[in-house]
């Protein structure tokens, strides 16, 4: 499931969006949908100007002080690693300039036998063109709580009128997760708009060294200016 829900989301907002390929894909004026860009190509490049069609075949510098909600997810690489080890992360993220955006999510955690629930942030470098490759960097926080017994200790810890009955318990704090990590990737405009990326992060963890493994995810941003 992990996997599958940035998956599902990204189909969700292509297919609300209404369109089946990537805008503009068989031409090189790739989106016109946005002012800025549709008035800096308001002449296209000649037929013949290969470079000029090129230039405005990658453009998105367009970018540059939009910001939008993503939906994204990872796993662990590891074959061996428990099951459910991954994040899910649900943000925002903002262009500061055409090539940095800064993104704030919250997240949640599944690693060592635990489900941390979180903050992440980070900062992402990347190319301003349709197509582009990033690198960045993070940090999570995130605490995690367990369910224990709590048919001995005198309280009606579940508020149903009895006390210390048969199969009682109660949450409890169980652990503090922080994380950095680097990460690297690559973002693929589908519309003006719609932005899908691919990362792979290598988390370094206070669970320890033996725990610090890459994880490997995608997502779907939705921007607008
Ligand atoms: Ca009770
Ligand atoms: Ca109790």
Not at 46 to 67: P, Y
């Amino acid at each position: 499931m992990k996997r599958q829900l940035p998956l599902f989301a990204m189909l969700c907002v292509v297919a609300t969006s209404g369109c089946t390929l990537p805008s503009g894909i068989l031409r090189s004026r790739w989106a016109m949908d946005d002012p800025d860009y549709a008035a800096k190509y308001a002449e296209g490049a000649e037929k013949t100007d290969i470079r000029g069609k090129l230039k405005q075949a990658v453009d998105a510098r367009f970018q540059n002080g939009s910001s939008g909600m993503f939906v994204s997810g990872g796993a662990y690489v590891r074959p061996d690693s428990q099951s459910g080890m991954g994040a899910i992360d649900v943000g925002v993220e903002s262009y500061v300039t055409s090539y940095l955006t800064t993104r704030g999510s919250l997240t949640l955690f599944a690693g060592g036998g635990d489900l941390f629930t979180g903050l992440d942030l980070g900062m992402r470098l990347q190319s301003p063109s349709r197509l582009a490759p990033f690198a960045g960097a993070g940090t999570f926080a995130g605490y995690a709580r367990e369910v224990v017994p709590a048919d001995d200790d005198w309280i009606d810890n579940d508020e149903d009128g009895f006390i210390d009955e048969h199969g009682e318990d109660r949450e409890r704090f169980s652990g503090f997760l922080l994380a950095v990590y680097p990460e690297v990737g690559t973002h693929f405009w589908w519309t003006p708009n719609i932005r899908l990326t691919g990362f792979g992060r290598y988390l370094v963890t206070t669970e320890g060294r033996d725990d610090d493994d890459w994880l490997i995810g995608g997502g779907v941003a939705l921007f607008s200016k």
